[in-house]
């Protein structure tokens, strides 16, 4: 009979562990489904959050046909790109990659409807938006960012995060609007934060998961408190569509150029007259070097800050103002958001000796061709000269200061057709006369040229890199 008593407790004993093992799971699968149910609403909101300030951008241009030969470069068809933006600023500032609108004669951007209508309710098939046309503040080619400004005021908008504070594997969003699908968003995980495409890129980047299409270039990378940490700006593909290789403009780069385009409508950088490269285990092995990372100096510019400072070539930077130097590129990068005329110091490692040098920043010399996208064709082309130039009137003068005299035309780009030979003219030379008379403006150099026969001798009074010269040429057949 306690046999049967004891079976029996066994029994019931194991039912009821059996029963609180059951209601446990139930618990746990609850908790589960709520966690779950949590982040989904937690994603949502956030998608809601930055959705009404990212933007589709619409840019066309006008050029040669896409692989049109030279005996058809006369031929002139419509160009046609599209692209995503950011607004960050309620006044319509607003980010994009300058690839998107770099040979743009008119820019749009769609700006997209409110969540919810005027009645209150919410709708999932809304109204395109409002479409309207942009300005171009300013294009960057080196870091492929660009802003533009819409007449609005009171936009959604969103604020730049720190990219210095992204690790791999942070969750991260990237919106857009993929092959022109409005306002799409993707999910994936930051996979590296500072990569360079190649060993002396000059750009580096923020590599992600994150489902990124054409299309969505220009659009914003976000962390999940809603904060834009980089632009989408590129992806490696063999099949042109996204293979979970993503490439974003960490913000910090962001920051500093929107921040310049916006208080003075130009880039400056500063430098301190070197070559970073980033040591490499090759380079490392076959110079002896006792790491294999970090930053050495290939060259010291003669005669600049860091010659003065004692720099020599083979020295290995260790940090700059404290801060450890990883590769070249993230010190030509710090460097670009020092003030001009301020100083910087070097720790440096010079075969095994430690050293603290003090190294002032000066301007880098801006990149000439920066001024080829505000000339048209029709208006700008001097023909026989194979030239496009350029007025100078007071919003160019403000990015050539210290010019050696106040008239003369500027070369913003040469012809396509143009001779490529070193002793013509220049992107970026200020001619003051051609063949003795004076230039003062377009109307002065057109009617000059138009004197010009095949085979007559030019010469013209340049100023280039700050130095007078003369430039002299004959006009070809």
Known sequence: MNYKRLIIWILVTAVLAFCVDMAAAQRSSRRNAVSLSDLSKSFQSLSETVGPAVVQIFAVGY???E????????????????????ILHPD????????VVSDAK?????????????????SILKPEGERIGAQIIGIDRETDIAVLKVPRNDLPHLELGDSDELRPGQIVLAFGSPMGLQNSVSMGVVSAVARQL???????????????????SGGPLVDVEGRVVGINTLIFSHAGGSEGIGFAAPSNIVRNIYNQFRSSGRVLRGHIGIHAQTITPTLAAG??????????????????PADAAGLKVGDIILTL??????????LDVNLYRRPIGGKVTLDIDRNGQRLALDVTVIERADDQTQFSDLVKPSENLIPKLGILCLDIDQSIRRHLPNLRADYGVLVAARSADAPALSDRLRAGDIIYTMNSTRITDLKTIRDAAAKLKPGDAVVCQVERNGRLMYVSFEIDL
Do not use: F
Not at 69 to 80: E, F, N, Q, V
Not at 288 to 302: A, E, K
Not at 321 to 330: F, I, S, V, Y
């Open 92 to 99: 319509g500032y607003i980010v994009t990659n300058a690839h």
């Open 67 to 86: 692989g049109a030969s030279k005996t058809a470069s006369s031929l002139i068809t419509k160009r046609r790109a599209g692209g995503s933006g950011v």
């Open 106 to 122: 008119r820019v749009q951007v769609l700006l997209p409807t409110p969540t919810e209508d005027k009645r209150g309710a919410k």
């Open 287 to 304: 110079l002896g070097l006792n790491r294999d990372w970090g930053v050495i100096c290939g060259d010291v510019y003669p005669g600049g």
């Open 198 to 216: 190649g060993p002396e890129s000059p750009m580096i980047y923020i590599q992600t998961d994150a489902s990124i299409n054409p299309g969505n």
């Open 321 to 330: 103002d404290g801060k450890p130097m990883e590769n070249g590129r993230q």
């Open 63 to 65: 050029g040669p046909p």
